[in-house]
């Protein structure tokens, strides 16, 4: 059968795009090879589907992605956040917006989410056909004339669309086999790495801290003792990792640093120099002139990392505040404005929400989402060499790219 857009991958980047390519008239067929499409969009935001990002301003935006986020900048001005949230406030999936813009449906479940699309789909006439791989794509002459599929089955049509996501969450079917095509088409790809993954450590007493959760520290990353990057933001403790946004932002950097010694450096109090730290401390001791050392660090110190640091900076945790030296507060803001973890490992694929890396942005129109080395593919989402922090961004890529590649697929057809 002949169809105008063919889509393989049935995630939120290749549904977007086949409604688009719908609402313009084209004939759509979406491929994935899971059971059921949009099986990712369910697991994204803990399972209630971060979908974008208030940002207003689309420089602004852009500019979260780094040097790379200019080449995003046309797709975004198409199709923008706030066009995000009116596409699925218009189809009953009523939004809100919380700490740092991020955007949630009110209802904070993703299924929400992935049944406006599915629903809207349908009544579009899209055919989306599951449990089926995509064997191969034969090209003759610079363009895709058709999919290869198991029994011998194939699809024809015009354009094509490459929406197969990346590597992250590979129990859903994101096996990298988008990279493999790229890779047969004559796409360079660079090296990917899991992203905004948990970032597991050495220090066994982290277990100790399960459960802890901070707001406002700053972590920066060291590599063979040169510093790779730093931020502030909300991070919580696990049995023997740094999960939360500001670990899982910079995992990419992390991942792209080791087997190197890298180490976290952490800032407790980043608002305070280590002047200002000790003056603090000293009229909280001053106030607190009878109690014991661990009952004293509260307004420093969580009370589960009290232990640990009293412990690390070899001080008896019963020690009255006003026996306690100079060299031994020292200690103490040393430790509150720099405290060391040595990185073991990032979690895999299997952990991560994305897949920092993928096709070389050279070799794509950004107006269009086309390939420059194949004539009617396009190619959205996750397999482009471009990613985000948390925050709803890596999403907003999936949405503005395959509309603009639905869009364009559909009037080329």
């Not at 959760?213 to 502030?232: E, F, Q, T």
């Not at 946004?245 to 280590?274: G, M, W, Y």
């Not at 990185?343 to 269009?368: F, P």
């Amino acid at each position: 059968m002949k169809y105008d857009v063919a889509i393989i991958g049935a995630g939120p980047a290749g549904l977007l795009a086949a409604i688009h390519s719908a609402e313009l008239g084209a004939r759509v067929i979406v491929i994935d090879k899971n059971k059921q499409p949009g099986i990712k969009l369910l697991m994204t935001g803990g399972g209630r589907c971060n979908i974008t990002n208030q940002i207003e301003d689309i420089r602004k935006l852009a500019e979260v992605y780094g040097a790379d986020g200019k080449f995003l900048l046309s797709a975004f001005n198409k199709f923008t956040p706030q066009n995000v949230v009116e596409f699925f406030e218009s189809r009953g999936v009523k939004t809100k917006a919380e700490a740092n813009g991020r955007v949630f449906p009110k209802s904070d479940r993703a299924q929400d989410v992935l049944s406006a699309l599915l629903n809207y789909a349908e009544k579009l006439g899209v055919e989306i056909k599951t449990l089926t791989e995509v064997r191969e794509v034969i090209v003759e002459e610079d363009k895709i004339t058709k999919l290869l599929l198991p029994n011998n089955d194939e699809v024809w049509a015009d354009n094509f669309i490459l929406a197969t996501g990346g590597r992250s969450y590979f129990k859903t079917g994101s096996t990298g086999d988008g990279y493999r095509f790229l890779k047969q088409l004559g796409h360079k790809v660079s090296d990917t790495y899991p992203a905004l993954a948990p970032i597991f450590v050495k220090e066994k007493y982290v277990a100790e801290l399960q459960g802890l959760s901070l707001k406002n520290v700053k972590v920066s990353v060291y590599s063979d003792g040169k510093k790779i990057i730093s931020k502030i933001g909300e991070m919580i403790f696990t049995k023997n990792s740094l999960s939360g946004p500001l670990p899982q932002d910079l995992s990419r950097a992390v991942a792209r640093e080791l087997p190197h010694d890298v180490t976290l450096k952490i800032d407790f109090e980043p608002d305070k120099n280590s002047v200002e730290l000790d003056e603090a401390m000293l009229s909280c001791f001053y106030e607190n002139n009878n109690k014991a050392i661990k009952n004293s660090l509260s307004k420093f110190i969580p009370p589960k990392l009290i232990p640990i640091i009293l412990r690390l900076c070899q001080i008896d945790p019963d020690k009255k505040v006003n026996l306690v030296t100079k060299e031994e507060r020292k200690a103490l803001i040393n430790l509150l404005k720099d405290f060391n973890l040595q990185i073991d490992s990032i979690g895999g694929y299997d952990y991560a929400m994305v897949t920092s890396g993928g096709v070389n942005l050279k070799e794509i129109d950004q107006k269009t989402m086309r390939s420059k080395l194949i004539n009617n593919l396009f190619i959205v989402g996750e397999l482009l060499g471009i990613d985000g922090p948390t925050g709803g961004y890596n999403l907003q890529v999936c949405w503005s790219s395959g509309y603009v590649a639905g869009e364009n697929a559909a009037e080329n057809a």
